[in-house]
């Protein structure tokens, strides 16, 4: 028997079209690539964050790591209470925290997303200072009932959600401050880069003083407590390149179209998916709500004996799955302060608990039942009506059946 498998290539356009290769040479011509102050290129992206995300402010850096830290150190994250943090999301979301100066405390998911859950989070905020909380695979956080669930300031990380919407209103713009990668594989690339957004000044002179250059420090710092930093900063240097921030502001420039392909392709996916009766449920987001594009997750609803088998299965039929993130928690890293101690000394002393691997079972079901499924940001139905057909006749071989 010959089972559907995807013959089709991933349906893609070059990554950087000519209005980058305009920008970039552009600016070659120009001769300027490292703006110290707050130049033409940076300015430009950062206006264009801010107008994205409806924020007051927006503030560039070299990587998404760099604005998480920059973020968690602006909202006061504390060495002697921990910050929220999901097992679910990319390593540096978890040791952003350290460089900040304070510990992750690893709380579940919701049974029903990817995101960190407002029950988990309200058990553990009185031994946090701050809540950082990732938009998974494109999936909005639930920023209301996170807000409810804890007074302590929550930022949020955006990086697999670049104009999302919760509720209507853009992911970014919620917490105290939103943080942004701008690393090639995200839906908007610099090659690499990070935006925070924020409407709070305080949060935004705090972010500044950590990695922007004295130069703009000096024309920028406005409260009295920090302008003693105006000359020096900080150690580190996170301004972003001049030729990212070009490039990252051409790509948001795509940004709407490709995020309405991606959706048509998905709901072409799952019309076909449902006429196969395939066992998938996926998160809700709410009527009003806007995915970003990171890959998108669906969890299977039998169980799923053998998960590296099915991801075997799945590649082999030509379906376009992202790698689900290692457990973190159970790194050498995470789960032995000793080691962690050589790069952050705070952690000699610190009331960090390594997780044990029984602590977050929503997350520890989902890493055997999710799946996370890349979509085409060009419309692309044949291509998403074949994967849609082997993804059923995958599911239907290796779990109904077994
Ligand atoms: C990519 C990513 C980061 C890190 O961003 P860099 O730009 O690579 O430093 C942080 N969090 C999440 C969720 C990411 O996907």
């Given amino acids: ?35 110290i102050n707050r130049g033409p290129a940076t300015n430009a992206l950062e206006a264009a964050f801010a107008r994205l995300t409806g924020t007051r402010h927006a503030l560039s850096f070299n990587s998404g790591t760099a ?42 998911i919701e049974p029903d997303s990817p995101n960190i859950a407002p029950t988990a989070v309200a058990e553990a905020a009185p031994a946090c200072s701050a809540v950082l909380a990732t938009h998974t695979w494109g999936i909005p956080a639930r920023m209301d009932q996170l807000a409810k669930a804890t007074g302590l300031p929550i930022v949020e990380d955006c990086s697999h959600a670049h104009g999302a919407l919760y509720q209507g209103r853009a992911v ?31 949060v935004y002179e705090r972010a500044l003083t950590l990695g922007h250059h004295p130069a703009r420090l000096a024309a920028e710092l406005t409260l009295p407590e920090l302008k003693p930093f105006a000359t020096t900063g900080a150690a580190y240097k996170y301004r972003m390149p001049a030729v990212s921030a070009v490039i990252a502001r051409q790509q948001l420039r795509s940004l709407p179209d490709r995020m309405l392909a991606a959706e048509q392709n998905l709901a072409t ?21 806007v995915r970003g594009w990171y890959g998108t997750p669906l969890t299977i609803n039998v169980r799923v004996p053998d998960p590296a088998e099915l991801s075997k ?63 085409p940001q060009l419309l692309a139905p044949d291509y998403m009506e074949q994967v849609a057909e082997a993804l059923a006749a995958v599911l239907v071989r290796t779990l109904v059946t077994a």
């Fill in 1 to 35: 028997m010959n089972d559907p498998a995807v013959t089709l290539p991933f349906p893609r356009e070059p990554k950087y079209g000519q209005a980058e290769k305009d920008a970039v040479l552009k600016l070659l011509d120009e001769g300027h690539l490292s703006e």
């Fill in 67 to 108: 604005s998480l830290h920059a973020a968690l150190h602006a909202v006061g994250a504390s060495p002697q209470a921990g910050v929220a943090v999901s097992p679910m999301t990319w390593v540096s979301a978890i040791t952003a925290v350290f460089q900040a100066g304070s510990y992750p405390v690893f709380c579940d």
């Fill in 172 to 202: 970014g713009s919620w917490g105290a401050a939103g943080c942004f990668s701008l690393q090639e594989s995200k839906s908007v690339s610099g090659g690499e880069g990070g935006i925070l957004t924020t409407t709070d000044r305080e």
């Fill in 269 to 289: 996916l799952r019309k076909v998916l449902e006429e196969c009766d395939a066992p998938v449920t996926w998160p809700s987001i709410g009527e009003l709500s």
């Fill in 313 to 375: 299965q799945l590649k082999a039929a030509g379906i376009p799955v992202r790698s689900m993130y290692e457990d973190w928690t159970q790194a050498p890293l995470l789960q032995r302060p000793d080691l962690a101690a050589r790069f952050w000394p705070h952690l000699a002393r610190s009331p960090y608990r390594p997780p044990t691997i029984d602590a977050l079972p929503n997350f520890h079901k989902a890493m055997r039942q999710m799946i996370v499924l890349k979509v």
